[in-house]
C-alpha cells in the first residue's frame, strides 16, 4: 500500500474547526487506499506565546529549557488530531518526536536529525492506523527532548518519508500550507503570476532561500538528499499544488520556472581597508556568533585598499552596524557606510545551466523598467540583483514579464544565444 | 544531605511573577543545605483550557490523546521552573515524568504509580542540581503518556520522597499552595479557626474526603503508607504550616481536631423497593461507570420495603437521577425522593478512638443552635451530620465552639465520659 506523509503547519490547525478540516483530508487519503503518516506544528501562535513565556521567566533563556517548553506546543496539535480522526472513525495515535522514533544530536533549539528508528511507526501502519507525529521535536541518545530550529516540522515530514521509503511504496509526502503553491512569482506582488505544476528541488531550494517562503530550504534539501518526492498544496483546497522532485527533462526546457522578491534589505560597507589574511573570517564569525543571518556578500578591490559589503535584513542591520564598528575599530582603519530600504530581485531556473542569454535578458528587463542595479550575485541556477526597496514589485513585475512565466504569456521562452549570462 | 521535595500548585505558578517567586523558594532550600527536587502542577487553569481544547475537537475526547495533550500542561511549567531557578544562578534541569522515572500502570486518564526508577533524580542530586518534575504525570512500561488524576501532582510529590526516602535524610515533603496549613474549621467560614501546627495522616485523610481542599487524600494515603512527613503550607509566606505525620502522644490528648463544612449536596432516595440481593451492587456500579462520586450511602429496612439514599454533589444530582430513575424501572416498583440544598457538617480527630462522648457533645451543639439533623455518619476518627444548606456555617461555627477548637478557647476539651458516641 503506499504510503504518503501529509505535514499540516500551524496556520492549518489554528482553531478546532481547522483541527477537524484537516483530519478530514487525512481521513480522505486513508479512504483512498494510503497509509498515512501525519506530522503536525504547533496551533496558530502557540509556539510564539511559549516563547514570550519563556522570556518572561528568564530575558535569555536557557535552550535545554525552552525546548522542553516548545516541544509541547506540537504534542499538544498531535493529540488533537488524533482525537478528531478517532472521532470521524480513523483509527489514529499521536506520538511525541521521541516516541516516533526521531533522534537528534542533542543540540538544543536547532538539533540535526541523526536517525530515524521507525520500527513503531512501521507498527502503527501494520495495524492500519494513522501516527499523528508532532513535528519540530526530537530526543537525543540520552533522552533529552530537542527542537529542530527553523523549518523543523517540514524537515520531519520528510524525514520521516525518507526513513519509510515512501517513493518505493509509491507514495510521496505532502506540505500542507496556506498557499495554493510553488508560483512563478508572489501573486501578491504579480497578478499574472501562474502555480507551477512541478519544480526541481534545486530550483526550490533557490527560490526557498531568495524569499518566496513556502518551504524551508532545510527540508528541500533533506528532499533532494533521500529522493523524497514533496507535494506543496493548499490545506484547504482539492486542487493539485507543487510537486517538487528531481530534475527532468521537460524542466530543461524553461531557463526561469520563477522569480522572486526579497525585501528589506539593508547593505553594510567597509571601505578603505587593506585585504588582510583572516579580515573576512573574523567578521563574518562574528557576525554568525550574533545569529545575524548574512544575505549577499560582495567584495572588491581597489587600489591598495579592499571594499567588502554584505546585506541583511533590517532587523539585523543594528546589531551587524555594532559588529563592523568594533572591526574598524580593531583594524584601526577605513569607514563603513550603511545603505537601507533596498530589496533583491532574483530569477531561478536550472535551465540556466544550458541556456545563454539569461543574465542579460534580465538585466535588459530592468533597465527598460528604469530601474537601477546595485549589486549582481549570481549562482548556477540563479541571478540576483540588488535594487532599491521602492522598485521592487515592478522589478519583479518585470522580470516576471521578460521571462514570460505570466498567465497569458507563451511558457516557452525564445532565448538569446548570442551572449552568456 | 537532607532531601525536600517541594510541590507548587497551579496558583502558585499562575505568572511569570509568580514562577519567579517559586523560584526563590528553592533556592532559599539550597541555600539552607537541603538537596531539593520540586514537583510542579499546571500554570493557572491551563489544564481547563487544554481539556476545552481537546472538547472543541472531539465531544468525549479519547482519554489516551487527552493525556498526551494535558500531560503538556506540567511539562511547561516545569521548564518555566527551571529557567527561573537559572537566572538565579540554581543548577536546575527539568524533567517529564517519565524522564523521572515515574512508571505507571497505563490506564489513562487515572494511572497508578507502580514504581519510580529513581536513578535519574539521584543523579540530578549528587551533581547539586535541583530536579524539576512535572507533575500529574508519568509512562507505561511502553512509553506511553499517562497522568494520575485528581491529586495526581501532590501524589507525584509524596511518592518521590518515598522513593528517595527522604525522611531517612532528615527531610520531608512541602506541598505548597494558597492558604496556611491545616485549619480547625474553614477560615472563611469561622473566624476563630486556629492553623493546627501537626495533623495526623488519618485526620487529614477524613478533612481531605469531608471539604476541607487542602490536600487530597490519595497523596496523604501515599504519605501514610511509606510514612513520609508533609509539610503543607503557604506558597507566598514563609510562615510555618502544617506537618502531617504518624498519630502522637500530644495528639491524643485531643480528641476533636478539625470540623469541616461541604456544601451543595443533594440526597436521593429510593422508597418502596425489595431489598433484593445485588440491588445496591447494580446501583452503584452504574453511578461509579457514569463518573459521579457518591458522598455517603444510608439504608434502612421498614416492614417488607427497604429506603435506600445516597447523596452527592449537586453537579452530579441530573445524571443521579437518571441513574436512579432506570434503576427503578428495571425493578418495577418503588419511587424516587430528591432533596436538594443539604450540607454535611463533620467533627475529625483520632482522640475518638478513646474518647468518649464527643458524638452527643457534637449533636448537642447542634440542638442548641436549633439545627436539624437528617442523616448521621461516623468513622472510627470521624462524625458527620447532613443538615439543611442554609445552617451550614451556623452548624460549622457550633460544632467548632463546642469542641474549644478556636482562637481564645482553651486548647484542651474537658471530654465527658458517660456516653459513648
Same mark, same amino acid.
Given at each position: %500500500?503506499?504510503?504518503?506523509?501529509?505535514?499540516? /503547519? /500551524?496556520?492549518? @490547525?489554528?482553531?478546532?474547526?481547522? *483541527?477537524? !478540516?484537516?483530519?478530514?483530508?487525512?481521513? #480522505?487519503?486513508?479512504?483512498?487506499?494510503?497509509?498515512?503518516?501525519?506530522?503536525?506544528?504547533?496551533?496558530?501562535?502557540?509556539?510564539?506565546?511559549?516563547?514570550?513565556?519563556?522570556?518572561? &521567566?528568564?530575558?535569555?533563556?536557557? !535552550? !535545554?529549557?525552552?525546548? %522542553?517548553? %516548545?516541544?509541547t506546543g506540537e504534542q499538544v496539535s498531535a493529540g488533537l488530531l488524533a482525537m478528531a480522526l478517532r472521532e470521524l472513525g480513523v483509527a489514529a495515535s499521536s506520538l511525541t518526536g521521541g516516541q516516533a522514533g526521531l533522534r537528534t544530536d542533542g543540540v538544543h533549539g536547532r538539533a540535526r536529525i541523526t536517525r530515524i528508528e521507525s520500527g513503531r511507526l512501521e507498527r502503527l501502519l501494520s495495524r492500519a492506523e494513522v501516527a499523528v507525529v508532532a513535528g519540530f521535536q526530537g530526543t537525543s541518545d540520552d533522552g533529552e527532548v530537542t527542537t529542530l530550529g527553523r523549518g523543523g516540522s517540514d524537515t520531519t515530514a520528510v524525514a520521516i518519508a525518507a526513513a519509510l521509503r515512501v517513493s518505493d511504496t509509491g507514495g510521496w509526502c505532502e506540505i500542507f500550507t496556506d498557499v495554493d503553491g510553488v508560483y512563478t512569482a508572489d501573486p501578491r506582488v504579480v497578478r499574472s503570476a501562474v502555480k507551477l505544476p512541478r519544480i526541481s528541488y534545486e530550483e526550490m531550494l533557490e527560490l526557498a532561500t531568495l524569499g518566496a517562503g513556502v518551504m524551508h530550504a532545510r527540508a528541500v534539501l533533506f528532499g533532494e538528499k533521500y529522493g523524497v518526492p514533496i507535494h506543496v498544496r493548499h490545506s484547504q483546497k482539492p486542487d493539485q499544488g507543487t510537486m517538487i522532485n528531481r530534475e527532468s527533462h521537460a524542466m530543461e526546457e524553461l531557463a526561469v520556472v520563477g522569480c522572486a522578491l526579497k525585501e528589506d534589505l539593508g547593505r553594510v560597507s567597509l571601505r578603505g581597508i587593506r585585504n588582510a589574511i583572516g579580515l573576512q573570517a /573574523? @567578521?563574518?564569525?562574528?557576525? $554568525? =556568533?550574533?545569529?545575524?543571518?548574512? #544575505?549577499? *556578500?560582495? =567584495?572588491?578591490? =581597489?587600489?591598495?585598499?579592499?571594499?567588502?559589503?554584505?546585506?541583511?535584513?533590517?532587523? #539585523?542591520? $543594528? #546589531?551587524?552596524?555594532?559588529?563592523?564598528?568594533?572591526? @574598524?575599530?580593531?583594524?584601526?582603519? /577605513?569607514?563603513?557606510?550603511?545603505? &537601507?530600504?533596498? $530589496?533583491?530581485? +532574483?530569477?531561478?531556473?536550472?535551465?540556466?545551466?544550458?541556456?545563454?542569454?539569461?543574465?542579460?535578458?534580465?538585466? !535588459?528587463?530592468?533597465?527598460?523598467?528604469?530601474?537601477? *542595479?546595485?549589486?549582481?550575485?549570481?549562482?548556477?541556477?540563479?541571478?540576483?540583483?540588488?535594487?532599491d526597496k521602492a522598485d521592487g514589485p515592478k522589478a519583479l513585475e518585470a522580470v516576471h514579464r521578460a521571462?514570460?512565466?505570466?498567465?497569458? +504569456?507563451?511558457?516557452?521562452? $525564445?532565448? =538569446?544565444?548570442?551572449?552568456?549570462?
Open positions: %500500500m503506499p504510503t504518503v506523509i501529509q505535514k499540516f /503547519g /500551524g496556520t492549518s @490547525l489554528g482553531t478546532p474547526e481547522k *483541527i477537524a !478540516r484537516a483530519a478530514r483530508r487525512v481521513a #480522505d487519503a486513508r479512504a483512498s487506499g494510503f497509509d498515512v503518516v501525519v506530522v503536525v506544528s504547533a496551533m496558530g501562535h502557540t509556539t510564539d506565546e511559549l516563547i514570550a513565556l519563556a522570556e518572561g &521567566v528568564s530575558p535569555v533563556p536557557d !535552550r !535545554r529549557e525552552l525546548d %522542553m517548553v %516548545m516541544a /573574523g @567578521l563574518f564569525t562574528a557576525l $554568525a =556568533q550574533a545569529n545575524i543571518v548574512v #544575505d549577499d *556578500i560582495m =567584495q572588491t578591490e =581597489q587600489g591598495s585598499t579592499t571594499m567588502l559589503a554584505f546585506t541583511v535584513e533590517h532587523g #539585523d542591520l $543594528a #546589531d551587524a552596524k555594532g559588529i563592523v564598528a568594533k572591526t @574598524l575599530a580593531e583594524l584601526g582603519e /577605513g569607514e563603513m557606510n550603511v545603505e &537601507v530600504a533596498l $530589496a533583491k530581485v +532574483s530569477a531561478v531556473g536550472v535551465g540556466m545551466k544550458v541556456h545563454a542569454g539569461v543574465a542579460s535578458r534580465m538585466f !535588459r528587463a530592468l533597465a527598460e523598467a528604469s530601474i537601477a *542595479i546595485h549589486n549582481i550575485n549570481t549562482s548556477e541556477i540563479k541571478i540576483s540583483c540588488i535594487i521571462f514570460g512565466l505570466g498567465l497569458g +504569456s507563451n511558457a516557452t521562452v $525564445a532565448m =538569446q544565444t548570442d551572449e552568456s549570462r
